[in-house]
C-alpha cells in the first residue's frame, strides 16, 4: 500500500481545488457574463495571491483592457490570469506598487481613469492596504467597484463554497452611511493617510445631522497632514481650530487629551521656523529637539507604511540638523562657512580624519592637500569638524559607519542615484541615526525616549 507524502498530498488538494474552480468558474461566467453584459470597456483589479477570482471577472465582464495593479510579490499571478483568461499582451497593462501604501494603488487607478472610459475597479484581490486604496479610488472618481462575493464559506476546502459565489457590485461609500464613512476614515487617519482621511470626514460631515465631531476631525487630520509635510504654519493654524472647536463643542474626538495638549504646545513652538533664519533657529536647543524628533517620527511612519526611500531622506535630515545644531552652538553656519577663520589646528585635524576615513573607504591613499572646508558643508563634513573640534556628540560615532550609510540616501533614485531603498538599507541608516540621537539627548539633557511623544495620536 502506497501513503501519500506530504508533496503528493499538497497537489492532490490543488488538483481538487483546481477541479471545482474551474466547474465554479463556468456556472458563474454564464451567469455574471449576462448581467454585466457591455456594462464596462476596461477593468483595473488588484493582483494578489490567488488569480481565480480575477480570471472570473475577466471573463465575466469581458473589458477591452485590463490594468493588473501587482507588486513584485505577486507579478507571477499575472502569468495564470493572462493564460487561463486568454489576454493578448495588447489586452492588458502593468502597474508594479508598494502593497504597503495604499497611496501606489490610488495614484494607478487614477492615472488609468483619466484615459480610459466606463471603467470599473474589482477589489477582489490583494493586500489589505492595496484594497483600501482601490476602494477610495473608485469612490473618488466614482467608478463601480466590484468584488468576487459568496454566501458561504467551506472552513475544509479552505475556499467559499462552490456554487455560492457572485459578482457582487458594492455600493459607493461617499453613498452610504456617515457611520462607514467614519469608519474609513478612522482607519485611513490611524493608518497616517491624513489627504485621505479628511476627505472621508468631509463627506461624513455633509451627511451627519450632527457634523460638529467631523468638523474636529477633519482639522485635525489637515493639521497632521500638514505637520507630516513639515508645513508647520498651516499644521498649527488647524490645530488652533481644532481645539477651538473642541472646547466649543464640548466633543471628545477620541484622543488621549495630553498627547492633543502635546503636540499644541510643539506646533507653537515650529510654526514661525520658516521664518526665521535656518542658523538662529538651529541654535535653539528646544526648537532644535522638535525638529529632529518631528523628522526622526515621520521616518518611522515612512518604515511603518513600507516607503523606505522615504524612511532614509528624513533619517538623514534628522542626522543633519543634529550635526547643524551642535556647529550654530558655536557660530558656525554650514551654508556660509568661512574656514580661514577657524583655528589652525582644527583645520589640520578635519583635514587629517577626513582623509583618514576616505583612504580606509577607497582602499587607497588620499592626499591631504586635497582636503578643504569648503563653503557649504554637507552632513559627512560637519560630523568630520565637529570630530576635530572634539565634540561630545560624535563619541562613539563611526565616522566609516557614518559615511557608508550616507550612500544609501545618495543612491536612493529621488536623490542623486536610480536606485530604491529596502528594508535592509534603511534599517543601516536607522541604526547609526539611532546612536547619534542618544549622543544627542546625553549631550543636550533630554529624555532618551522624550521623541516618542511625538508620535501622532490615534483616534480610539
Not at 497611496?103 to 471603467?119: C, H, P, V
Not at 474626538?253 to 538651529?282: C, E
Not at 565637529?386 to 556628540?393: K, P, R, T
Amino acid at each position: 500500500m502506497h501513503f501519500l507524502n506530504k508533496t503528493e498530498k499538497d497537489k492532490t488538494k490543488s488538483d481538487t481545488r483546481k477541479e471545482l474552480e474551474l466547474k465554479v468558474r463556468n456556472d458563474f461566467v454564464n451567469h455574471w457574463s449576462e448581467v454585466y453584459k457591455g456594462r464596462y470597456d476596461y477593468l483595473a483589479t488588484l493582483v494578489g495571491r490567488t488569480p481565480e477570482p480575477i480570471i472570473r471577472t475577466i471573463l465575466s465582464i469581458k473589458p477591452k483592457k485590463v490594468l493588473f495593479i501587482h507588486t513584485k510579490d505577486t507579478i507571477r499571478e499575472i502569468d495564470e490570469i493572462v493564460q487561463e483568461a486568454k489576454l493578448k499582451p495588447s489586452d492588458f497593462e502593468k502597474e508594479l506598487i508598494n502593497g504597503s501604501n495604499p497611496d501606489d494603488t490610488y495614484e494607478s487607478i487614477k492615472k488609468y481613469a483619466s484615459i480610459w472610459s466606463k471603467m470599473c475597479v474589482d477589489i477582489s484581490g490583494g493586500k489589505k492596504a492595496m484594497t483600501g486604496g482601490g476602494a477610495i479610488a473608485a469612490a473618488f472618481l466614482n467608478l463601480d467597484i466590484l468584488y468576487n462575493d459568496y454566501e458561504k464559506y467551506n472552513t475544509k476546502l479552505r475556499m467559499p463554497e462552490p456554487g455560492t459565489e457572485f459578482l457582487n457590485k458594492l455600493d459607493n461609500p461617499f453613498d452610504t452611511s456617515q457611520d462607514v464613512l467614519d469608519r474609513i476614515g478612522i482607519e485611513l487617519f490611524n493608518n497616517y493617510d491624513y489627504f485621505n482621511a479628511r476627505i472621508m470626514f468631509e463627506k461624513a460631515k455633509e451627511q451627519a445631522v450632527n457634523p460638529l465631531r467631523f468638523e474636529i476631525l477633519l482639522h485635525l487630520s489637515k493639521a497632521y497632514h500638514s505637520w507630516d509635510s513639515f508645513e508647520f504654519a498651516y499644521a498649527n493654524k488647524s490645530f488652533e481650530i481644532a481645539m477651538e472647536k473642541i472646547d466649543q463643542y464640548r466633543i471628545d474626538p477620541g484622543f488621549d487629551n495630553s498627547v492633543v495638549q502635546f503636540h499644541k504646545k510643539v506646533l507653537g513652538l515650529l510654526a514661525d521656523v520658516h521664518g526665521r533664519k535656518y542658523v538662529d533657529v538651529l541654535s535653539d536647543n528646544e526648537v532644535t529637539k522638535a525638529l529632529v524628533y518631528t523628522c526622526y517620527t515621520s521616518a518611522l511612519r515612512m518604515e511603518g507604511r513600507g516607503r523606505f526611500t522615504d524612511g532614509v531622506l528624513r533619517l538623514y535630515r534628522c542626522c543633519e540638523m543634529m550635526g547643524q545644531h551642535r556647529l550654530a552652538l558655536v557660530g558656525i553656519d554650514t551654508s556660509d562657512v568661512d574656514g580661514g577663520e577657524m583655528d589652525e589646528g582644527v583645520v589640520e585635524r578635519f583635514r587629517r580624519i577626513k582623509a583618514g576615513v576616505l583612504s580606509k573607504k577607497m582602499g587607497k591613499h588620499v592626499d591631504l592637500s586635497g582636503i578643504v572646508i569648503g563653503e557649504r558643508m554637507g552632513l559627512f563634513d560637519d560630523y568630520v569638524l565637529l570630530s576635530a573640534m572634539g565634540d561630545e556628540l560624535v563619541d562613539g560615532v563611526d565616522l566609516g559607519e557614518l559615511f557608508g550609510v550616507i550612500e544609501v540616501r545618495n543612491l536612493a533614485y529621488v536623490e542623486h542615484g536610480i536606485r530604491s531603498v529596502d528594508n535592509k538599507g534603511y534599517g543601516r541608516m536607522k541604526e547609526v541615526v539611532d546612536g547619534v540621537l542618544g549622543g544627542f539627548c546625553e549631550v543636550g539633557g533630554f529624555e532618551v525616549e522624550e521623541w516618542k511623544e511625538y508620535s501622532f495620536g490615534v483616534i480610539g
